[in-house]
């Protein structure tokens, strides 16, 4: 079966602190995608980063960087330098090679503080 | 470029009423979902249409839940009659379609706010 796991429930920093939010999942899949999304306050959830299994180069954009580890089923993302605006549910998502429906996480709700 | 629109943002019920709740996906993404999430709890897949068939709808929790997408453009998703426990923020999600290929991203819409009462 398909999991994914963000343990951590709440996260509060202070700004210009860096914070690494984890993701762990499990599949059974060979073939296998990786998302993140954010949701702010505003409710809708944006779209962050899609990952495949075969390519586990980690990614950096700006502030933001992703480090995928297969050998730990593991997807972390590290926000550098946070900002107030930064504050928002993060979540951590998971499809197979052979379906589209996305299985979440619980979610990371990180609030950063001025 | 328009996102996926979501109509009603906000919806209050009592137990027993019919809600409908409608979705706009990105124009020419032809596939579309509908995911849930009641409060505090992950966000579930309830179903899957590729233009207006269904293909996967294993996550509708029970025949309380109807979901139409006449003519392979908008979808609804009509609750009849509403329970407390279908309560949650109801989302839609669009993607396109490449052959042989899955994992494409799914872009979300803002999400429907149903309470049942």
């Known amino acids: 079966a398909q999991k994914v796991t963000q343990a951590q429930t709440e996260i509060s920093v202070v700004e210009k602190e860096d914070v690494t939010l984890d993701c762990v999942y499990e599949?059974?899949?060979?073939?296998?995608?990786l998302f993140w999304y954010k949701q702010p306050p505003s409710g809708e959830l944006v779209f962050l980063i899609r990952?495949?299994?075969?390519?586990?180069q980690n990614e950096i954009s700006g502030r933001y960087s992703w480090n995928f580890q297969k050998s730990t089923s593991s997807f972390n993302f590290t926000i550098t330098a946070s900002q107030v605006v930064d504050s928002a549910v993060y979540f951590c998502a998971l499809s197979g090679g052979h379906t589209d429906k996305l299985i979440f996480g619980t979610g990371t709700r990180l609030q950063v503080f001025p | 470029e328009a996102g996926v629109t979501q109509f009603p943002s906000h919806s209050v019920i009592e137990k027993g009423q019919t809600v409908t709740l409608r979705c706009d996906p990105i124009?020419?993404?032809?596939?579309l979902y509908w995911y849930r999430r009641v409060m505090g709890k992950e966000i579930k897949f309830l179903l899957h249409f590729v233009k207006e068939s269904k293909q996967d709808e294993s996550g509708m929790p029970n025949n309380r839940f109807l979901a139409e997408r006449t003519g392979g453009t908008y979808s609804t998703l009509k609750v009849q009659p509403a329970e407390l426990e279908d309560s949650g923020v109801y989302f839609c999600?669009?993607?396109?379609?490449?052959?042989?290929?899955?994992?494409?991203?799914?872009?979300f819409g803002p999400g429907t706010r149903l309470l049942v009462l």
């Open positions: 599949t059974r899949d060979t073939t296998y995608y």
């Open positions: 124009s020419g993404h032809d596939n």
């Open positions: 999600a669009s993607s396109q379609v490449r052959e042989r290929s899955f994992g494409e991203t799914q872009y």
């Open positions: 990952r495949n299994s075969f390519d586990e």
